[in-house]
């Protein structure tokens, strides 16, 4: 089962979640998918065992061969490449490495290169496979380096474990593809409860099962818990405001190491979606 853990904003808790859950567990493939802040490994400590730089095909123009016929700049939705009366130039950054340029160019004059766009990391913390990607820098786009994280996802994992990036943009539906469930992390502030619609929306229209975890209860008000009522839709589990699980946090410290008590929530969490799974499966 692979369980993807959401939020609509930065800072309502989802990679404390993500990690706990991983963690409660104890055998599972945690996935840090928020490749522009990846930071799950502050609270899962694994033990780094590889890494690799991740790439993009970009088209590599032989201008000696090249007509200047403009078939390839016309056929490139992404206007990554234009053409002038005497030079080609390829704007990296907008390039997708789709490679459509190369394959309509009448002169075969375009073959391709690579360029970095990041790093992929793996390791381990006991029982749990550790997968995480960190994009460069000034790189616009993070959906390629998703996908080639999860590419290396094992296939024969029983439990995988996948954080998200915040909001709901393009990064956050790439990491849903394939997802079986998003656990949805949400505050009942008014701007946590705001940001949670957006994701709402968006997964109610991707047909995707979710549930809400309500992290930092009682710190707004019921604006969340009366909304889930009458959408009927499940607060799977709750998690109260403590100041002292947040400097445990500050620390790098996960919540089930701080409040081992909370190990059996989670593990309680985890079986009620296990089920709901098997149940749409038979």
């Known amino acids: 089962m692979t369980i993807t853990v959401a939020s ?37 400590h694994p033990h780094l065992e590889w890494e690799e730089e991740a790439t993009l095909p970009l088209p590599l123009v032989d201008e000696e061969k090249c007509d200047y016929c403009k078939t390839c700049s016309q056929a490139c939705q992404f206007h990554a490449i234009m053409v002038l009366p005497h030079k080609v130039v390829v704007f990296d950054r907008l390039c997708h490495g789709c490679g459509t340029c190369s394959y309509v160019c009448p002169q075969k004059a ?24 960190r994009l460069n820098i000034g790189e616009p786009m993070a959906p390629p380096l998703i996908r080639q994280v999860k590419a290396r996802i094992p296939r024969e994992a029983p439990l995988v474990v996948i954080d998200a990036p915040a909001g709901v943009a393009c990064p956050f539906v790439e990491t849903l593809r394939g997802s079986d469930f998003c656990l949805v992390v949400a505050e009942s502030t008014p701007f946590g409860f705001h940001d949670y619609l957006l994701v ?78 098997e149940r749409r499966g038979s």
Request: aromatic share 6%; proline share 4%; glycine share 12%.
């Open 110 to 133: 375009i073959s391709e290169t690579t360029r970095s766009i990041g790093l992929i990391q793996g390791g381990r913390r006991e029982d749990i496979v550790y997968l995480a990607g």
């Open 8 to 44: 609509g904003k930065g800072g309502a808790g989802k990679t404390s979640v993500a990690v706990s859950l991983a963690l409660a567990a104890g055998q599972a493939v945690y996935v840090d998918c928020d490749v522009e802040e990846p930071n799950g490994a502050l609270l899962l």
């Open 200 to 277: 709402e929306e968006l997964l109610l229209d991707l047909d995707l099962p979710f549930g809400v975890v309500e992290n930092k209860a009682g710190l707004g008000d019921d604006r969340l818990r009366r909304h889930l009522f009458e959408r009927e839709i499940s607060l799977l589990f709750t998690l109260p405001y403590n100041g002292d699980w947040a400097r445990a946090y500050s620390l790098g410290v996960p919540l089930v190491e701080v409040e081992p008590s909370l190990s059996e929530g989670f593990l309680e969490l985890l079986a009620t979606l296990e089920t709901a799974h």
